[in-house]
């Protein structure tokens, strides 16, 4: 199995532009998770999903960032505008209920 | 809630020493713990977990016993390497239905040579 696969690994975007993440997960895995990493907040969780559907969206820090996942092997988060203070490493992870989470590499986010 | 703290960082360390990171926690019942470990440019993997109390979970020489006495996880190596320089990461599921974990703060742990 490849595992998790995120793109692009990096990313480098001007202020007010759309910016899409992409996950794909480990065939089988019925959850989905989308985290956000910095320096100054850590891991942060912004939106998780059990067999394509959003469970818990209250991470997403403002209506500029939205996730989508169409079906059990694909997934997007969205950001439009993107601002600088959205620059971080977003990572993807997938799961199932009997075994443990598996995280993507992580997508590098800079907003400049 | 299911709640987990860990303690700051960074550790630092020099090769082949004793290493201890604490971690504990706050929950209903007797959920799984995880250490969950974070190399420089990749994304969390997990290094080891255990299912109940007094398990033992271990994994590339790393150790921790699940104590429910004292409500922790300790993570333990008789000895480091250079190349366990990384984030380290405690973690317990939120409960109930959903599969969410919840993690720690996490903590940083450089080696040196």
């Known amino acids: 199995d490849a595992g998790v696969i995120q793109s692009p690994r990096h990313e480098v975007t001007e202020m007010g532009q759309e910016v899409t993440l992409r996950c794909k997960p480990i065939?089988?895995?019925?959850?989905l998770f989308w985290y956000r990493q910095t320096m100054m907040r850590g891991l942060e969780l912004l939106i998780y999903f059990n067999n394509n559907v959003p469970i818990d969206d209250s991470g997403m820090p403002e209506d500029r960032f939205s996730a989508k996942m169409p079906n059990a092997s694909f997934s997007t988060l969205k950001i439009q505008p993107s601002e600088p203070r959205d620059s971080a490493v977003y990572f993807c992870?997938?799961?199932?209920?009997?075994?443990?989470?598996?995280f993507g590499s992580g997508t590098r986010l800079t907003v400049v | 809630g299911n709640s987990v703290t860990q303690m700051e960082g960074p550790v630092t360390l020099s090769e082949e020493a004793f290493l201890t990171i604490n971690c504990t926690y706050t929950a209903t019942g007797y959920p799984s713990l995880f250490w969950y470990v974070q190399y420089p440019g990749e994304g969390l993997q997990l290094l080891l977990k255990?299912?109940?109390?007094?398990d033992k979970g271990s994994n590339k020489g790393f150790e921790a016993t699940y104590r429910k006495e004292t409500t922790s996880f300790h993570l333990e190596k008789g000895s480091v390497q250079v190349s366990d320089s990384a984030v380290y990461f405690c973690a317990l599921p939120q409960g109930g239905a959903t599969n969410k974990l919840i993690f720690g703060t996490g903590t940083l742990l450089a080696v040196q040579p």
């Open positions: 255990a299912t109940k109390a007094d």
């Open positions: 992870a997938s799961s199932t209920r009997r075994y443990g989470y598996t």
């Open positions: 065939s089988g895995h019925d959850y």
